[in-house]
């Protein structure tokens, strides 16, 4: 008897911890916060302006990141999330045609780019250099990553056999700039914002290649669980001061008009 009482209050025990243990892992972390899914390359900006919106209206904000078209796949399998702000207009597009949005509008600009670790080491000056043996090419996954997407949009014909000589294809563009910090890789195409993000980088232009320009956009979903909240962030988004928060983070005011 004094065995089995032994027995069970030390699963007593053991369930009391597993419930303290539970309660500090989503200690901050409620039903009421609101879920923003946010495009991984938005991160330093976003935690600055998310962290100014805790503040100036006492409500939760749970920020969640990853490749563009990565966070609108888990929205389609969720359907769960109050704002998705993802990198680019096509994956926005997307959402709006699947009708998980309510209401968008385009909220800062960036460019794709080529960048090489500082100096140059590998003297890629040209096109034609990204198919040398000797030179690794990292690239984001178009199916996972905005910046994936705009460089096969930019590149055209040329994307399927620079695909194919990529030593590395990563969902996030931050994942590809950290590898080019690494030396993992020796060129890469992220946003030009993303060099401001990672000393040691710098940019490289080639003859004849110039990207096109894309667009950030935030949305309210429809299947927002806080869709007050979700309007009010969104506005708070548009603010001059959130706006002067991406452009101290190297990101260019929208040009886009909302359709």
Not at 39 to 44: G, V
Not at 72 to 98: C, F, K, N, P, S
Not at 216 to 238: G, I, K, S, V, Y
């Amino acid at each position: 008897m004094a065995k089995t009482l032994g027995i069970l209050l030390t699963l007593l025990c053991l369930s009391m911890g597993a419930v303290v243990w539970l309660h500090h892992l989503g200690a901050g972390v409620t039903s009421a916060d609101l879920t923003v899914l946010c495009a991984a390359s938005l991160k330093p900006p976003m935690e600055a302006v998310g962290g100014a919106y805790r503040a100036q209206s006492g409500e939760g904000l749970r920020l969640q990141w990853g490749g563009s078209a990565t966070l609108l796949g888990q929205i389609q399998i969720t359907r769960r999330g109050d704002v998705l702000i993802t990198a680019d207009e096509g994956t926005m597009t997307d959402a709006r045609r699947g009708g998980w949005v309510l209401e968008a509008a385009p909220l800062l600009t960036q460019r794709p780019v080529f960048a090489v670790r500082a100096g140059n080491p590998k003297a890629i000056h040209e096109l034609s250099d990204l198919f040398r043996p000797d030179v690794r090419v990292g690239l984001a996954d178009p199916k996972a990553a905005s910046i994936g997407r705009a460089t096969r949009d930019g590149l055209g014909e040329v994307w399927p056999k620079l695909a194919a000589h990529a030593a590395v294809m990563k969902p996030v563009v931050t994942e590809i700039a950290g590898d080019l910090v690494l030396g993992a890789v020796d060129v890469a195409v992220v946003w030009d914002s993303t060099l401001r993000q990672f000393p040691g980088l710098q940019r490289v232009d080639f003859p004849g290649i110039a990207f096109a320009p894309e667009h950030a956009w935030a949305a309210t979903l429809t299947r927002a669980a806080h869709p007050a909240a979700a309007q009010r962030f969104a506005a708070f988004l548009r603010t001059q001061a959130s706006q002067e928060v991406f452009k101290s983070h190297g990101y260019a005011p929208a040009t886009a008009q909302t359709p």
